[in-house]
Structure formats: C-alpha cells, structure tokens
C-alpha cells in the first residue's frame, strides 16, 4: 500500500474517534467566538481538565488505534495540552484578539510523521476527507507559511464539527519537517525567538529543501537516517 493511501486509511479510522471526543458540551461558556481577554486562563483550563476527564474512556481509544495501526513508514503520536503549555499559549496571544476557539484549538493534539514528500501525504488527506461530512478547517503551511517565515512547514486539520466543545487538532509533517521543528521548538522558541533567530530558522528550512534525491542503490535517504536517530533519542514525542 503507497503512502497516501495508508494515510487516508488511518484518517478513516481516526476521524469517528475524535467525533466521540468531540461531542462534548462545554459548560457556563456563551460562545468560542469570544476574544480570551473575555475569559479567565485558569477557569478555561479547569474547564479542559473536565473535558479530558469526561471524554477519558474516548481519548484512550487513540493509543488503541495508534498500537493497532504501527507502521514503519508513519509515526503517529497524541498529547494533551499541559497546564502550562496552555497559559503559555494564552499569554502568547492576549493581545492579538484571538477567539477562544483559535487558542483551545489544541487541546487534543494528534501528529502524524510520514516517511514521503508533502505532495504525496497532502494527497492522502484530502482523500480521507474529500467525502467527509464533519467540519474541518485544513490549514496548509506549505502553501501559506506564517507571515513572519520562520521556515515551519506543515498540514494543521482542525476537528471542529460541535461548536460548543474544544476543537481537537492533527498535525501533519515529513521527516524533513520534524528535523527542523524539533530543533527549532526546542532550541529557538524556548529562548525568546527574534528576527535573527527565525531568519535562521528559515535558512535550516531552505538547506533542507535542497537535500538531493538519493540514488536507488542507496537503502534510505539522509533525512530519514537522521529523523530515525531523533526520533529513538526522543522516544518518540
């Protein structure tokens, strides 16, 4: 099976998962169409924790799906968002006149790692959703990276189909983008990023799009071997 199929064979059993999930009824909350200075971090993050508590038996159900569904060509992980991990975020966009819905977009976070180019694991999530009928925002990265150009690269599906709970994310990178987003989370974004910093950043991006194609006697390509080396050192996150 080619990859793109594969993908959209593993959407097709993820996507009923996160409608369980997502059919859940935020409680005391008017609307996340609200900008957060309307609202209180900490009662939102209670909130959330009530969420993960309620839905905890459907949650579980993605480490099912991820064991039953190993393969070497696709890494797939979850999280859910830590309490400081969210301020973190809130404080970040405070005064950007974010909607709630656009900071508690995470809260589940899912992240699909694919051994293939993005053309081909772009081509596997519009099959799996082509005919879907749940709500869904798909951002492309690739083709609208951020306005600032920090060099990330990517497929953000957000599940938003019950408009009165948190929208649940998953996150789609190649090898070579987990190579630089790794780094860059770790090293760059933890120690208060600025313009030499994301220029930087953009340059590891440009280097790593011009890595040649490995000939065909040749067992995997660099970026794999590195990725591979990574992604046993970090167990797997």
Excluded at 66 to 74: G, H, K, Q, R, V
Excluded at 117 to 132: C, D, P, Q
Excluded at 151 to 180: M, S, V
């Amino acid at each position: 099976m080619n990859i793109d199929s594969k993908i959209k064979q593993l959407l097709s059993n993820i996507l009923p998962v996160l409608f369980d999930i997502n059919n859940y009824e935020v409680a005391d909350l008017p609307s996340f169409r609200r900008t957060i200075d309307k609202f209180q971090p900490n009662l939102i993050y209670d909130q959330v924790i009530n969420f993960f508590i309620e839905k905890s038996d459907e949650i579980n159900r993605i480490d099912q799906l991820i064991a039953e569904n190993l393969d070497s060509c696709i890494d797939i992980s979850y999280r859910l968002k830590t309490e400081r991990s969210f301020l973190a975020k809130w404080d970040k966009n405070l005064e950007k006149a974010k909607q709630l819905r656009e900071v508690c977009n995470d809260t589940v976070g899912i992240r699909f790692i694919v051994e293939s180019s993005a053309e081909e694991m772009i081509s596997g999530i519009l099959k799996a959703i082509e005919h879907t009928t749940y709500t869904m925002d798909i951002i492309n990265m690739y083709d609208k990276p951020k306005a600032l150009d920090d060099g990330y690269r990517g497929i953000h599906l957000q599940f938003r189909h019950n408009p009165k709970c948190f929208p649940l994310e998953i996150q789609f990178w190649t090898q070579k983008d987990a190579l630089l987003h790794f780094y860059t989370h770790e090293i760059i974004y933890k120690s208060n990023p600025n313009t030499e910093t994301i220029a930087y950043s953009l340059a590891l991006r440009n280097i790593l799009e011009r890595l040649p194609d490995k000939p065909s006697t040749v067992p995997i390509p660099f970026e794999t071997y590195l990725y591979k080396i990574l992604h046993a050192t970090k167990g797997g996150e």
